[in-house]
């Protein structure tokens, strides 16, 4: 993302719209600090937790520019989840999602990276706020059955399984597992799926833990990336109506669901709920939070 563009996503941002010059300024001394700062920085997030970040990791650094990155999705997570729940993280990347779940709210939580550096990165992150005993971090992909494949591992937050006839430099290769494999003694209340277009092997080996009631909502990305793949994005709609799922978009503001025909088309994220008057009873409930001054 190019600077004008970046600037455009913080002023425009939920929670900066009427802060734009707070929003600007933290922009810039991100810039001045990330240059004379020697390695990771530590940034005090929300309700005591922390993250672990340097030059280059796009998802951090919005959480410093805009206090969520993910607005209608971090906040959703941040109303929904109590602390007796299981967060599952597939896709974790560095953390910001589970440091949410389970720093911010103080759910346990189970987070899957497959990249080696990544998942170092996201160990320290869990340690700086000291998860090791309340998350479970595995350094494996999700699909639909045990195998090895290869991943891309030079591209931040868009690493992905390689597609057959992709190219690329510097790859890896990877244990790969399934949600029913793992999880087959579990009952998580969330699940967050970001995988690059790899959705569909990814639901495919969830069939057991889909059917499993505990499960209120999937935060699944769904931006087209499965094309790669020859994957059919609205086949995965299809698969989550069987399970009752229906789509819906958040408004952390005023804590509003709001129905959705098909995939989220202003988002990279759809979320997908069942039993909707019981998770809107949680949104409802929960306590406010607050970041940057700006409370909701």
């Known amino acids: 993302m190019s600077h004008l563009n970046t600037l455009r996503f913080i002023i425009g941002h939920p929670l900066n719209r009427d802060r734009k010059l707070g929003s600007l300024v933290r922009f810039a001394k991100w810039q001045i600090a990330s240059r004379l700062a020697p390695g990771a920085i530590v ?77 170092n990165r996201l160990i320290e992150n869990m340690r700086l706020n000291n998860l090791e005993e309340r998350v479970t971090c595995l350094n494996k992909g999700v699909g639909a059955e045990e195998e090895n494949i290869t991943f891309t591992s030079d591209t931040d937050t868009t690493n992905h399984a390689l597609a057959d006839g992709e190219h690329c430099e510097k ?32 639901l495919e080996g969830a069939q057991e833990i889909l059917r499993n009631q505990s499960i209120y909502s999937v935060i699944m990305e769904l931006n087209g990336s499965g094309n790669r793949y020859g ?7 299809d698969m989550m109506s069987d399970y009752n799922f229906k789509t819906y978009s958040y408004n952390p503001m005023d804590r509003t669901l709001i129905n959705l025909e098909g995939k989220n088309l202003n988002s990279g994220n759809t979320l997908f709920i069942r039993d909707k008057s019981f998770v809107e009873e949680r949104l409802k409930a929960a306590p406010m939070v607050s970041i940057h001054g700006r409370q909701f």
Do not use: Q
Request: charged fraction near 20%.
């Open 171 to 202: 790859v890896v290769n990877v244990e790969v597992t399934s949600l029913d494999t793992v999880l087959h003694s579990e009952s998580p209340a969330l699940v967050k799926i970001d995988v690059e277009g790899y959705e569909t092997p990814v």
């Open 43 to 119: 940034f005090d997030w929300i309700n005591g937790s922390k993250f672990l970040v340097r030059t280059g990791e796009t998802g951090l650094t919005g959480n410093i520019y805009t206090g969520l990155h993910e607005f209608p999705d971090m906040g959703y997570l941040l109303h929904f989840l109590r602390e007796e729940d299981l967060f599952v993280d597939v896709g974790a990347n560095v953390g910001s999602y589970s440091i949410l779940a389970c720093s911010a709210v103080g759910a346990r939580g189970i987070a899957f990276e497959p990249v080696p550096n990544t998942f």
């Open 231 to 237: 994957y059919d994005e609205s086949k995965i709609l």
